[in-house]
């Protein structure tokens, strides 16, 4: 082999995307001017710089009635994780921007206490000094004891990359939605029970005061009331509307609108839940007897107590914590919730964006796409299908969804983001530096003035100076991106924007929020849902205004700010429009810029928020996705090694906070060990820092492990292309070898090229030592067999012999492979021993996007009616022959075998098409009659 | 072959070294069965398959289930418990004209010495039989009569509501091997080596009811009736353990014609030595028949002859056709004939004419490699046989089928659906045409895309 030992050596994985801040330094003389932060644990590729916590966190705050902001609890709950940073001070801040928890108890014009069925409020909110950006859901608890009966939370989810903030919102907001609305459920339940005991302790009360005051009555007959007796009568008076306006509250909680729990799948117990609070209210009627005989029964029995009728004050009592607020179950599962955001979120943007453009354009070629991808959600394919119902042009769709739908360019902007990281943050420069300055800047940072670098300091510099730390920025939120995609359409409008303007604009608005809080947009909760967009939209501007003051302003410059890595791509991409060579500035005015891009006849109207539905969607099926993978390798014990599956956690939140991070189980062990699936499950676990979305079964680090060894072993042996070609081809590959681990090893490498018979599992099986049966073929693809040295062997090798013209037969031990001849041009492609590759996860997404071209291939032979079916009823048989023959040859470019590779994926194509969902489907064994060859090293 | 796998040493039983086996090797561009399907359902020896119509068959075994499959698509359609023992005979049972149910029905016998008829359509039990003194080993149906006989240790007529009409006496302890029907109301019995012909009395005005009478009795084979089959309106065929093929007028029930030579000494061979030296009766045992207008295929222990009828003479022969004994023949309509043996592999044959008498499946080389022995023996014996009787057909292997890892114990061919074997390692295989079927694909992948209507066509 070709210098194999020093490529394996050079190329020898090493831990990089595991580890990722503690890179081993580079000898003096190497080295280059370090980045500024490099000190602090940052990496250049995450944009932490300046923050003081190592990753992303969701912060859970609240703002007490008694003590004011306070954080709750964050996930992970791993003090490491937040470091430094300053809970309680983002409490503050985070807390300080909800105006939507203006909760009245007594509104004015109402005789009882209304309970305000209060949305959810989601901003996001950027606090430059802290280097933290945030999206923040508001929502609001309900207890009886706490003023206004309202207790308002938040969670946040915090990370140092604004950009993930701003491009993920919808996903962010469509998690915690889930989160909120897990809360809240079990919130009302709770509170529900609450008020009927507070009912049961009022109803006592009257009783009891009724009875005194008949007693004082009959005791003083004199017709005339002692101040006493008033005392009394007041006291049941009060008692008698206090049971009245608890009632009341009970009567609105129940009659909370239950057509709000869409995401209700969350909340398994709502229904029942909701259903037995009138049983137990039936135990009210007889109080005394009650508390006698339920005292040594049933545990939930209550038993009423005399209460004062006025109401306690705040302080005078301890409030009741989340946990209690909300019923346990459901806590657990809101925090099994939010650590599947924290899970999903984690790690940087790009990889969240690959791999969502990766998801979406699998979803696009779902025919094809079970063959050789394992992260594909059987049910992605109905949402798909939903979604394309009523077919809509691809630029209809606000700007944010372009992730999902027109990836390509897509591409550009993730890669161009980290450059306009830079750009984002000189906003803020600008009120300082005016106009002159900030065009310096501008102009020198495209040279090799290091931007970052500077900015950063200037950046920190001005807060000292200006605004003293008290700078919050709310960068947008839901709304304010459906407003920017208004912006954006009026932008496009021939005449592009002039920097000039903007910049004024952001400096007056700038200015007017003099306490430097801005909070440029914000909405409800319901926002997604199509119906009233335009009319909550200027309630957004509204509340703005009662903030910023200035909210067109604020808007423009949420439009000039938040896609500035659009303009950005665009630039990189094509840079031909003059106005964007002018400067960087402009650039990132070309926000707008982007218009034509996808956006050509952008339509504002309700669409906008119709297709913002389906990441909702997608994200839960992925979820129901991870649950399946865990319950059906139970015994894999992977189970607690991830979010994914809720059921483990259910029992017990303390251990769902504490081994978050704890379980770091061996990925080869579990590859190795158990099959396909649960190496899957194991890997799609809590490790990588970086890791993608654990969308799929297959994990990054999987994927990286296959790529490696397969690339090993491609070098290793210069039979590897027969090999893949057999694998390619539907012939069985069976790997011989003595040594378990070394055959598994292989086999797990080689399984990238197995093409699967459907979604479920690769038709792999890693060991087998017992002699092998004409069923085994059908079944799998690529075997790992015991070479036994016992005479007991002999049993397995004559199966083996006797089989031989339905297999491939690679033996390790002696470094042969016997299989058919292989001559087209497709497999030195796909695997080239003298490969630049080096590193297995790059290998991987190279034969990822090989076998995807070939899936297109297989798509296009089998899809292609002409080629199959006679064009006129009265042609001959043959020539559909030769027809297919000459397509292949011809129009796919395929040589040789590579043709069986392409029938072969074909054939998978239709048998999975065809296939009815109900049948379980055999698959059937194909082979062919040719000789076979003996290769040696 | 496969020597470099068991890294030199002890060869395994290797086909090509240890008889002179006709091997064809990996490479069969005739053979259409690219395709195959392996059937799982059974727990023990896969017997018997017997077609439904044109895409269902049963299959019975030694596990006492039958069940019912689709031959298209190798879906289990049915699975019928009832038999608590092994089945040892099933044959189907069509319906009536006249009734108004026209599900398929089956008999099945089995060791338990019931019978069953079934609902192939419902897979109900629709009646069950189990006044038997013994096991009954073969079941015929006499259509034109409408009843259906059961031959065990006696025989018994049967109607189609499963009463018993008549019955014989106890005729031996062996029992029925075969029983079919022949005309004037005749059916022949093969009870161990002999074969007795029962005429069925039908109930006239005169007589009440239904009687049997034995007619003859026919003494012409020297060892037990293996296989018993009715060859066309002129003739039936009997084969024997020790390799007897009697052809017998279907009418007199007269021999018209012999063949003892595949063991027997006769007159036209000069090989008869050797024969008789190197053969044991077993090797020569006639398990199976079967015929087209012109010839009769027989499976002569682990061989295969074709026996012309006209000619009345063997025409084509292939004395080593399997490793192990041939258990049953068919005869496709392209000139093709398949056989399954013990050794679990199914063969395709074809018979060819001849142009010179030197088809030879062994190279001369081999007598002196090997010099005498029982294998040389069985190499030179078909060489010999054909110079000397100018046998003026060959049949040429084509193909074969490896699946089975132990004995294929019967097939079954499908004209548009390919062949089924059944195995004592109780699988059941569907072999099918790769092509053909990557077509039937194709054909049901546009029929649902246009269901979806997703089908573009360009104009």
């Known amino acids: 082999m070709i210098s194999a030992p020093d490529v394996v050596a050079f190329t020898k994985e090493d831990e990089y995307e595991e580890e990722p801040y503690n890179e081993p330094a580079l000898p003096e003389e190497y080295s280059v001017p370090l980045f500024p932060f490099a000190s602090q644990g940052a990496s250049p590729w995450s944009k932490l710089s300046g923050a003081k916590f190592s990753r992303d966190f969701i912060l859970i705050s609240e703002f007490s009635e008694q003590v004011g902001p306070q954080p709750l609890l964050t996930i992970p709950n791993d003090t490491k994780v937040f470091g430094t940073f300053d809970l309680n001070y983002f409490s503050l801040r985070i807390m300080s921007v909800d105006y939507q928890a203006s909760f009245v108890g007594h509104p004015p014009g109402s005789a009882y206490p209304k309970l305000n069925f209060v949305e959810d409020s989601k901003v996001v909110l950027g606090d430059s000094k802290e280097g933290a950006f945030a999206y923040v859901h508001h929502l609001t608890l309900y207890d009886l004891e706490a003023r206004g009966f309202v207790r308002p939370f938040c969670m946040a989810y915090i990370s140092a990359d604004q950009h993930k903030i701003m491009q993920q919102f919808q996903e962010l907001s469509a998690e915690f939605s889930k989160a909120s609305e897990c809360l809240k459920t079990g919130n009302r339940k709770a509170f529900a029970g609450e008020l009927e005991k507070k009912l049961k302790d009022l109803d006592y009360t009257r009783t009891v005061l009724h ?119 459901y806590f657990t599962q809101t925090l099994a919730q939010l650590s599947h955001i924290e899970h999903v979120f984690r790690g940087d943007l790009c990889y969240l964006l690959t791999s969502q453009i ?50 390509v360019p897509q591409v550009l902007i993730s890669v161009g983001s980290y450059k306009s990281s830079v750009e984002s943050v000189l906003i803020k420069m600008e009120q300082d530096l005016g106009e002159e300055g900030f065009r310096e800047v501008e102009v020198t ?107 067109g302003g604020a808007i423009h410059f949420q439009a000039g700010l938040s896609p500035p890595e659009l303009g950005e791509a665009k630039e990189g991409g094509s840079g031909v429009t003059p106005s964007q060579t002018d400067s960087c500035c402009i650039g990132r005015e070309g926000g707008t810029l982007r218009v034509p891009l996808s956006t050509p006849g952008h339509t504002l109207s309700d669409e906008d928020g119709v297709v913002s539905v389906p990441p909702q969607h997608y994200r839960q099926k992925d979820q129901e996705f991870h649950v399946d993978v865990s319950v059906e390798n139970a015994n894999a014990s992977s189970r607690d090694s991830g979010s994914e599956g809720f059921p483990a956690y259910e029992l017990d939140p303390s251990h769902l906070l504490a081994s978050r991070d704890g379980s770091k189980t061996s990925l080869d062990d579990h590859s190795d060990a158990t099959s396909y699936g649960s190496s899957v499950t194991s890997a799609s676990s809590d490790r990588t820092p970086s890791s993608v979305p654990p969308t799929g079964p297959s994990s990054e680090r999987h994927k990286k492990r296959a790529g490696q060894n397969a690339l090993k072993f491609i070098r290793q042996y210069p039979f590897a292309h027969p090999a893949i070609y057999s694998l390619l081809s539907g012939r069985t590959l069976v790997i011989l070898g003595e040594e378990e681990a070394v055959v598994r090893k292989l086999v797990s490498a080689l399984s990238i090229f197995v093409p699967n018979y459907s979604l479920h599992a690769k038709p792999v099986k890693h060991w087998v030592s017992s002699p092998l049966h004409i069923t085994d073929f059908q079944k799998w ?152 060859f003996l290769y040696k090293i | 072959m496969l020597r470099w796998l068991i890294g030199g040493g002890r060869e395994p039983q ?47 075994g030694d596990d006492g289930i039958v069940v019912v499959w689709n031959a298209q698509t190798g879906e289990k359609l049915l699975e019928l418990n009832g038999h608590t023992q092994k089945i ?96 004037k109301n005749c059916v022949v019995a093969a009870v161990g080596k002999e074969l007795i012909i029962f005429r069925l009395v039908a109930p006239t005005e005169g007589s009440l009811g239904w009687d049997i009478l034995q007619v003859k009795r026919l003494l012409d084979h020297q060892d037990n009736i293996l296989s018993l089959v009715n060859v066309n309106d002129l003739s ?224």
């Open chain 1, 211 to 329: 009875t005194e005051t008949e007693i004082q009555k009959k005791a003083n007959d004199k017709g005339f009331y002692s101040s006493q007796a008033i005392e009394k009568a007041n006291e049941l008076a009060s008692v008698e509307k206090s049971i009245i306006e608890h009632q009341d509250l009970l009567r609105q909680i129940r009659s909370y609108p239950h057509r709000k729990l869409r995401g209700s799948d969350l909340c398994p117990g709502e229904t029942e839940h909701t259903q037995d609070p009138p049983s137990q209210a039936a135990t009210t009627s007889d109080p005394e007897e009650s508390a006698d005989t339920d005292h040594y029964t049933c545990r939930p029995a209550y038993t009423p107590k005399l209460i004062k009728a006025k109401s306690t004050k705040c302080f005078d009592k301890k409030l009741k914590t989340l946990e209690e607020l909300c019923d346990t179950e």
């Open chain 2, 88 to 183: 040892t005979a099933i044959i189907t049972f069509p319906s009536l004209e006249a009734c108004e149910e026209k599900n398929q029905l089956i008999l099945t016998a089995s060791a338990d010495r019931t019978v069953i008829v079934w609902d192939c359509d419902t897979g109900r039990q629709v009646q069950k039989v189990s006044c038997f003194q013994s096991t009954v080993k073969c079941l015929a149906l006499l259509q034109r009569l409408d009843v259906w006989l059961s031959g065990g240790n006696d025989l018994c007529v049967w109607n189609r509501k499963l009463d018993l009409l008549c019955k014989t006496s106890h005729l031996s302890d062996t029992g029925i091997s075969a029983l079919i029907e022949i005309p």
């Open chain 1, 445 to 551: 940072e495209p040279s090799s003035f290091d931007p970052q670098e500077n900015l950063a300091y200037l950046d920190t510099d001005m807060k000292g100076s200006i605004s003293s730390g008290e700078s919050i920025e709310v960068l947008g939120t839901e709304k304010s991106t459906s407003v920017l995609s208004t912006s954006d359409s009026q932008a496009s409008l021939p005449v592009p924007s002039s920097p000039q303007v903007v910049r004024s604009k952001a400096v007056s608005h700038r200015t007017i929020s003099g306490d430097s809080i801005e909070v440029l947009s914000t909405c409800p909760s319901e926002a997604f849902v199509p119906d009233d967009f335009k009319a909550s939209y200027p309630s957004a501007i509204n509340e703005e205004e009662s903030y910023a003051g200035d909210s």
């Open chain 2, 14 to 60: 290797g086909l090509a070294e240890k008889s002179p086996l006709q091997t064809i090797g990996e490479e069969q561009t005739q053979n259409p069965y690219t395709e195959l399907l392996v059937l799982k359902a059974h727990h023990d020896i896969v017997r018997f398959l017997v077609q439904l119509d044109d895409y269902r068959f049963a299959s019975a």
């Open chain 2, 236 to 459: 039936f065929v009997t084969g024997s353990h020790v390799g007897e093929l009697i052809i017998w007028d279907i009418l007199d029930w007269t021999v018209q014609a012999c063949e003892r030579n595949f063991w027997d000494p006769s007159p036209q061979l000069d090989t008869q030595q050797e024969i008789k030296l190197c053969q044991k009766p077993n090797d020569v045992s006639i398990h199976h028949f079967t015929w087209d207008e012109e010839n009769v295929f027989v499976a002569v222990g682990r061989g295969l002859y074709v026996y012309n009828l006209q000619m009345k003479r063997v025409i084509a022969c292939q004395k080593t056709a399997h490793d192990s004994n041939v258990l049953h023949v068919a005869k496709l309509p392209n000139r093709q004939l398949i056989s399954c043996s013990e050794d679990g592999s199914v063969r395709i044959w074809e018979l060819r004419e001849k142009q010179q008498l030197a088809a030879e499946p062994v190279p001369t080389g081999f007598f002196n490699m090997w010099g005498f022995g029982r294998v040389n023996k069985q190499a030179s014996h078909p060489v010999k046989k054909q110079q000397e009787n100018g046998t003026s057909c060959s049949l040429e292997l084509i193909g074969d089928l490896i699946g089975h890892s132990s004995s294929v114990e019967m097939f079954l061919y499908f004209e548009d659906h390919g062949l089924v074997t059944c195995s004592a390692d109780h699988l059941i295989i569907l072999w099918k045409n790769g092509e053909r079927e990557s077509g039937l694909r194709s054909l049901k992948l546009f029929q649902k895309l246009e269901e979806n209507g997703d089908l573009y066509l360009a104009v």
């Open chain 1, 358 to 407: 990766d998801r979406a354009l699998l979803k696009q070629q779902h025919i094809t796409n079970f063959l050789f991808e394992d992260l594909v959600e059987v049910d992605d394919r109905r949402v798909e299908k939903q979604e394309s119902a009523p077919p809509r042009p691809s630029h209809d769709r606000p700007p944010s969804r372009s992730v999902e739908e027109c990836p």
């Open chain 1, 781 to 932: 693809k690529l075997i790992g067999l015991q070479r036994v040295a016992s005479p007991a062997s002999a049993g397995t090798l004559h199966a083996l012999s006797r089989y031989s013209r339905y297999t491939s037969i690679l033996d390790l031990d002696r470094k042969t492979l016997r299989c058919p001849l292989y001559r087209g041009t497709l497999v030195p492609r796909l695997a080239d021993h003298r490969t630049h590759i080096k590193r297995g996860s790059t290998y991987s997404l190279h034969v990822q996007s090989v076998l995807t071209q070939l899936c297109a291939k297989a798509f296009l032979y089998a899809f292609c009616r002409h080629l199959h079916l006679p064009a006129r009823g009265t042609e001959a048989e043959g020539l559909a022959t030769s027809r297919q023959a000459s397509f292949l040859q011809l129009n796919l470019g395929l040589v040789n075998e590579d043709v069986k590779v392409v029938q072969y994926l074909a054939e998978l194509l239709k048998l999975h098409y065809t296939r009815e969902p109900s049948a379980a489907g055999q698959p059937v064994l194909r082979f062919d009659y040719v000789p076979s």
